[in-house]
């Protein structure tokens, strides 16, 4: 008995040595790949467009914008590269497109152009979701009908919505009419993060700490699509605890 328990820490002490040094390696060429992505994220709506209200006033590109800068940071963390289609509280329309009144249209056309002034390796871009009825709840990911690698990137994100956020009966859904998806090459998804029209996920929507965790989820779900892209089966995601303490 003693002996066997001697072996056995024997055994848990020096295994994790032996296999240190190929693991190591393998997730530091992991880390250089990432390293060469270029991830645009979009911060729906800003400036005069609010995006959806809640009852209490609460606006959607608050709480967008709060979203993509933690994702940013997390992404950034690691050295991937980053372009926020806005930084601030603000929209991308020209002062023609106003004078036109064609603001929206000309908010979406400034994003369009942003992305594609980039060689992006995946665009997501960041909504709350809003109905008439308080009744509904739960995130989930759009992506461009018929293109495969937004729907592969829509699934895997998808499955870490599922884990780190309050169970959603959510999926994925295709869509062919939205201004930047049906304009944009893949990998290309919205996330609706949550109803800011739900009483109880608006409070967690507002929230720093929830705002980290869907955050994170995002990034763990382009850290699986990439990886899963990659000929190795190691994993380079560094946990949330790490990111956020
Ligand atoms: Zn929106």
Not at 7 to 27: E, G, I, R
Not at 172 to 195: C, H, M, T, W
Not at 225 to 235: A, K, L, V, W
């Amino acid at each position: 008995m003693q002996f066997k328990k001697l072996a056995c820490c024997f055994f848990v002490m020096w295994v994790p040595l032996f296999l240190a040094s190929p693991c190591v390696q393998a997730a530091t060429t992991l880390q250089a790949d990432m390293v060469r992505k270029c991830i645009v994220i979009d911060a729906g709506h800003g400036g005069v467009d609010s995006g959806a209200r809640s009852q209490q006033g609460d606006m959607e590109k608050d709480i967008n914008l709060k979203i993509a800068e933690y994702l940013r940071d997390d992404l950034q963390q690691i050295g991937i590269s980053v372009v926020m289609t806005r930084n601030q509280d603000m929209d991308l329309a020209t002062q023609e497109d106003r004078a036109n009144k064609h603001r929206h249209r000309g908010d979406l056309r400034g994003r369009l152009l942003r992305a594609k002034s980039v060689h992006y390796d995946a665009f997501v871009s960041i909504h709350c979701n809003a109905d008439p009825s308080p009744v509904w709840r739960g995130a989930h990911v759009l992506y461009k009908q018929g293109d495969e690698k937004s729907k592969e990137l829509a699934e895997i994100m998808m499955n870490a919505i599922r884990e780190h956020l309050l169970p959603t009966q959510r999926d994925i859904k295709a869509n062919q009419s939205l201004y930047l998806l049906k304009r944009l090459d893949g990998p290309a998804v919205l996330v609706e993060v949550g109803f800011i029209t739900h009483p109880e996920e608006l409070r967690l929507l507002k929230q720093p700490r929830y705002q980290k965790i869907i955050a994170y989820s995002l990034y763990e779900g382009l850290m699986r699509y990439f990886n899963s892209e990659s000929t190795s089966s190691q994993r380079s995601t560094v946990s949330f605890s790490t990111l956020h303490g």
